[in-house]
């Protein structure tokens, strides 16, 4: 299969006019589909109910595949070795590769790689050879390191972990809160606060000083503490400008949110599928359980409150891609689609009932990862504040 490519902007009929899913968007979209059914569910299906990783070498074989599909780090830029996709595109592939058990927070079970955070390629030429080609190509992990305990909603002012130069180095000080993957990332980027401001940096997982805590959580993939304890890190690992860190921080959320807004919209329309396919088989009182009205009414509120979210969602990409200013299409599209989904997943359950908390359906397990969604990526609340100032500034 050769690799799907993307039309350049202008080119794009999704960039213009009134908007439908280009064609070259939709080989995508069921590319994805049928790898997914074909590869990554099977592979899935024979692991553990509540496990977050596939064995190293079903992994490879999987990605082998992916790689052949032209399906590796798709949103990563073409010229480095990545898929070369806008926001649309992302949102596409996020809202497929959710639709496994483990996809909340493993899209494909891992199978497309790890695209490094997109701000490395905000770095300098070799900055973005050494840890973003090197991500591509190695599958190195990362993580990104912004939430403190003082307030992770809120890292312009909150942001308590300290830097200070020191010669050809800078000193880090501190402790993160909610940092996903951290115990076994090659490195990541660590936001911290000197005398110009907030400053990004690229921390090595190695470097000494560095310790980890794992904090459970209700879902089974932890995240963790991490602690710094004057974590010396070179000079040429200030990514960007020192005291430029926040616009840096700001750009990686923003566009972060969209296709993890789509991811959830997969995972609630994957629970949907399995509902509605349940309620058409299910004998209740001589006649299927798809014929009585409460659960034709939670069906079709379902559907509408999708295709709802799904258009907001494809709203801020499309906007994005534009090179608009997304702020608030952001929030907009994270604040609906994982309240959404929490929704539909939760009507889905009661479709079911036993079987919807039984392991034998991975229900209860999205129901749990859809309930971290309303918080991670900032709570609703923030979301709805930023929001309502934009319109009262007006």
Known sequence: MTKIAVAAKDQDPSLSGAWEMPEHFVMLRD???????????????RQPYDSYALPADELAKLREKAKAAGLWCMASPEEYGGGGLGLLGQVIVAEEAAKCRMGAYVPACGAFGIDPPSVIWLGTEEQRQKYG??????????????SEAAGGSDPA??????????????????TKLWITGADKADWGI?????????????????????????????????????????????????????????????????HARVPYSAAVIGIAQAALDIAIDYARQRNVHKSLLADKQAIQ?????????????????????????????????ASIAKVVSTETAGRVVDRCIQILGGMGVAREMPLERWYRELRIKRIGEGPSEVHRMVLARELLRK
Not at 133 to 146: D, E, L, R, S, Y
């Open 297 to 329: 009414w939670m069906i079709a509120d379902s559907e509408m409150e999708l295709r709802a979210a799904r258009l907001l969602v494809f709203q801020a990409a499309w906007n994005g891609d534009l090179g608009r200013d997304i702020k608030t299409d």
């Open 157 to 174: 002012r909150k942001i308590e972990t300290t830097v200070v130069r020191d010669g050809d180095h800078y000193v880090i000080n501190g």
């Open 133 to 146: 080609v090197a991500g591509i190509q190695g599958g190195k992990k990362n993580f990104v390191a912004i």
């Open 31 to 45: 590319t994805i589909r049928r790898f997914m059914t074909e590869e990554v569910r099977p592979v899935e299906e």
């Open 190 to 254: 660590v936001f911290a606060k000197g005398e110009k401001g907030i400053s990004a940096f690229i921390v090595d997982r190695d470097t000494p000083g560095i310790t980890c805590r794992e904090i459970g959580v209700i879902r089974s993939y932890a995240p963790y503490e991490v602690h710094f304890d004057n974590v010396r890190v070179p000079a040429g690992n200030l990514l960007g400008e020192e005291g430029k860190g926040f616009a840096i921080c700001q750009s990686w959320l923003v």
